[in-house]
């Protein structure tokens, strides 16, 4: 299939990464492609596919209903839109411009990154929380659950937390502090499945929305993500991305996704349509799903080792550096290469070793974000088959066998 690419005279990619939005995501199963070009074929009403979407993601985390979004960033926009408006038609309407609304976000200081632009695009105001002291050595702590709650007003439409493993203060504490003054919690997971658990926690354990990618683990189409959470703020959330460009007197949303009568009138169109989702995207991210769920994580594990074992094997004994297999199941979901470099005896440094990848032919892109410690990571998630192959021919030729 790469003479698509060849035809657009554009190079393929060895992805050693994973499915980085950078790097095109990842390679979907032959299933998934197949349900997206199935789903290209007729028209729907893409309301009434949202609302069984709903259903089935419902069922796979837990949630009171769901929603399939262009992607996590776009699950944290939309759900931060949702919690400022509710289900009011007027303020949809006047969003960015959140003026006389709860307009108040609060996020630890520690979870801040480049992704909450998506938040902030709503036209809110980020109220930061805690000092991480952590992170710069100076000392050991991070927010707590308590100065969240201290940072509520009546102005508060909602808190952010990002979960990583790492993460403090714990999600029930924050969700504690929230709920204790009816403050809605909006979980980015994006990135936290596996463990396919992790579809459910974050639900069970009491967050009100849940942001995660379609196209990173769970293999549906890169753009793709699913939200889920409580159905009055899936409800705003489908007011706000749905195509509204309808009559009054014709518009009949799926009363299970959208109950009329709970409403003075339809809003126009969305401040979350510009983040519109396709009918293959909806119909790839359920099969992807479904395929995800069903796949015995050991299996999934198995695969993933195999391919990282037979990349070190490959390698063989390297002349001025040391490959080995990271893969203590405890402690990482998704195993990789370790490479550490001798800098000094390579005569080249890890960042080097990266540029050098990426600028062979093919380029092989690997994961610079240990080069500091002269150690590059090799990722299994996006590499075809025979691949690690190629990257240990790579590894040698640079590296010396
Ligand atoms: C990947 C990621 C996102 C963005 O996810 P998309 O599905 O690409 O929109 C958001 N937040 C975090 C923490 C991520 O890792």
Redesign the pocket.
């Known amino acids: 299939m790469s003479n698509v690419y060849e035809a657009l005279g554009v190079p393929t990619v060895i992805n050693a990464v994973g499915p980085?939005?950078r790097l095109s995501?990842g390679i979907m199963r032959p299933e998934v492609a197949e349900a997206m070009a199935a789903a290209s074929q007729h028209c729907v009403d893409i309301a009434q596919l949202q609302a069984r979407a709903s259903q089935v993601i419902a069922e796979y985390t837990g949630a009171e209903a769901g929603y399939v979004?262009?992607?996590?960033?776009?699950?944290?926009l939309l759900g931060t839109a949702a919690c400022v408006t509710g289900l009011d038609p007027g303020k949809m309407n006047r969003l960015p411009d959140t003026t006389g609304m709860k307009n108040e976000v609060i996020m630890a200081r520690s979870h801040r990154?480049f992704?909450d632009h998506?938040v902030r695009s709503v036209g809110i105001k980020l109220v930061e929380v805690g000092i991480a002291d952590r992170f710069s050595g100076a000392g050991v702590r991070d927010a707590e659950g308590w100065e969240i709650g201290a940072a509520v007003n009546e102005r508060t439409a909602a808190v952010v937390y990002?979960?990583?493993a790492h993460t403090q203060p714990p999600l029930a504490e924050v969700i504690a502090a929230a709920h204790a003054h009816g403050v809605p919690v909006i979980v980015?997971?994006?990135?936290q499945v596996p463990p396919v658990d992790n579809l459910r926690r974050f639900i069970a354990e009491g967050a009100d929305l849940v942001?995660?990618?379609?196209?990173?683990a769970i293999g549906g189409p890169?753009?793709?993500?699913i939200l889920c959470g409580r159905a009055d703020l899936i409800t705003s959330v489908a007011l706000q991305h749905l195509d509204l460009d309808v009559m009054p007197a014709l518009w009949n949303p799926p009363p299970e996704l959208i109950d009329r009568a709970q409403l003075p009138g339809a809003p126009q169109h969305g401040i979350g349509r510009p983040c519109k989702v396709g009918k293959e995207e909806i119909v790839g991210l359920l099969t992807a799903l479904r395929l995800f769920v069903e796949e015995d994580p050991a299996v999934r594990h198995q695969r993933w080792l195999d391919k990282m074992t037979a990349l070190v094997q490959e390698c063989g004994t390297l002349a001025h550096a040391t490959a080995e297999v990271v893969a203590d199941r405890k402690r990482v979901e998704v195993p990789t290469v370790r490479l550490t470099l001798d800098e000094e005896s390579a005569g080249l440094s890890a960042l080097e070793l990266v540029r050098a990848l990426e600028e062979g032919t093919p380029s092989i892109a690997a994961n610079p974000t240990y080069v500091q410690e002269g150690v590059v990571v090799f990722g299994p998630m996006c590499l075809r088959s025979g691949e690690e192959s190629a990257i240990a021919a790579r590894l040698r030729a640079l590296l010396g066998a």
């Open positions: 980085s939005t995501g979004t262009s992607g996590a960033a776009a699950g944290l990154n992704y998506a990002v979960s990583y980015d997971a994006a990135g942001a995660f990618s379609g196209g990173k890169q753009s793709s993500g």
